[in-house]
């Protein structure tokens, strides 16, 4: 058994092969404020002779989700669970109201985060800020919708996206990394600091994106950084000219997109607009199969600071980008026909960027996406 002290602020679980935790007295852990779960297998709950139930971690599997001993932990603020093998379901952790911070990752079997009904609207996560949800494979959604309801229907699906609340103004970052499955979120209109898809299904970007709840802005107009990497993106989805909401958004990613994909973001950009007004720095990572930067990049009038990391084809820049008034650093990493057009001072490339103040061209070593 282990024994827990009343006063304990912080709880690591790492790593650990085989023991037993009371949750009589995990509960009354009332200053607790961090919890990490890493690499633990969770059994069945049992109930012991003493009558309280308890929550044991061992080498083998049993069942497939905790007891409800996270809600008495009301002071907690941060929880982490990663590599727990075999959980399908978690417990309630949306009343906890000083919670700020949730990461979920590596969790190959968790297909719900929140498996009971019902549930308060206006209790909902009162405090989170952040959400990080990563390479959950089989994560369906929020909740797990009625047995009655037939989940591979897509109609249903979509009429459940539209009954889930939003999240509370306070969450500001919100990453889904390698979630494919993941439909059914709460949207998040008034997310207003980072955004990262991941190799993750659309439908929840674009739920919020088509939001028609009450909110005093429009959908993800308070957002500064945007990260899309390796996503399908069906532009017939997305609300026409839905860009034109993203009046704070300073930093844009694009990573490991294909060249159609890229150059069909362009249907975004159709008419003469003022574009992405706070938009400072964009970076295109990883796009294979990019050979010249598109267009559209040239109705970004707020550009500071264009960046191409590892897009080893791209030769090329559209005519044009002296209309980027305000760039003032162009910085190619590890693109070997592009550095070469752009070394060369008799190039047409070089006519084109000959205005820009700070030119950084490099090979690296080594290369990492931060």
């Known amino acids: 058994m282990l024994l827990l002290s009343l006063s304990l602020q912080r709880l690591i679980l790492n790593t650990c092969e085989e023991f037993e935790i009371s949750t009589k007295h995990v509960s009354k852990l009332i200053n607790l404020k961090h919890l990490e779960i890493t690499d633990a297998k969770v059994l069945e709950e049992k109930k012991t002779t003493s009558g309280f139930r308890k929550l044991d971690m061992g080498e083998r599997y049993k069942g497939e989700h905790f007891s409800n001993w996270l ?34 990752s590596h969790l190959p079997e968790l297909e719900y985060i929140y498996y009971e009904e ?10 989170l800020e952040r959400l990080f949800l990563c390479e959950n494979n089989k994560l369906k959604g929020w909740w797990r919708m009625n047995d009655v309801v037939n989940e591979d229907d897509h109609n249903c699906s979509q009429s459940h996206n539209l009954s889930l609340p939003p999240f509370p103004p306070q969450l500001s970052f919100l990453t889904i990394d390698e979630c494919p499955m993941l439909t059914r979120v709460p949207t998040f209109p008034n997310l207003d600091k980072r955004l990262q898809f991941r190799s993750s299904n659309m439908e929840t970007l674009e739920a919020t994106i088509n939001s028609k709840c009450l909110i005093e802005f429009p959908p993800l107009s308070k957002l500064k950084y945007l990260q899309l990497e390796n996503v399908d993106l069906d532009m017939k989805k997305f609300p026409e000219n839905w860009v034109q909401n993203l009046t704070s958004l300073e930093l844009l990613e694009v990573v490991n997109f294909s060249d ?18 706070s938009l400072q720095k964009i970076e295109f990572w990883k796009c294979s199969e990019l050979k010249t930067l598109p267009d559209w990049i040239l109705n970004l009038s707020s550009l500071q600071h264009i960046t191409i990391y590892y897009c080893e084809i791209i030769a090329y820049l559209p005519g044009g980008m002296s209309r980027l008034a305000k760039l003032q650093t162009l910085e190619i990493v590890n693109c070997p026909l592009l550095m070469e057009e752009c070394e060369t001072i008799t190039s047409a490339t070089w006519s084109k960027i000959a205005h820009i103040p700070n030119i950084i061209l490099k090979v690296p070593t080594h290369i990492s996406q931060t």
């Open 260 to 277: 159609k994909k890229i150059q069909d973001i362009g249907t975004w950009f159709l008419e003469d607009f003022n574009y992405l007004p």
């Open 71 to 104: 809600s008495p932990l009301s002071n907690i603020v941060d929880i982490t669970l990663h590599n727990c093998e075999g959980l399908k379901y978690l417990p309630p952790m949306e009343r906890l109201r000083f919670l700020r911070s949730v990461r979920l």
């Open 118 to 127: 019902p549930f308060l609207f206006e209790t909902f996560f009162p405090s």
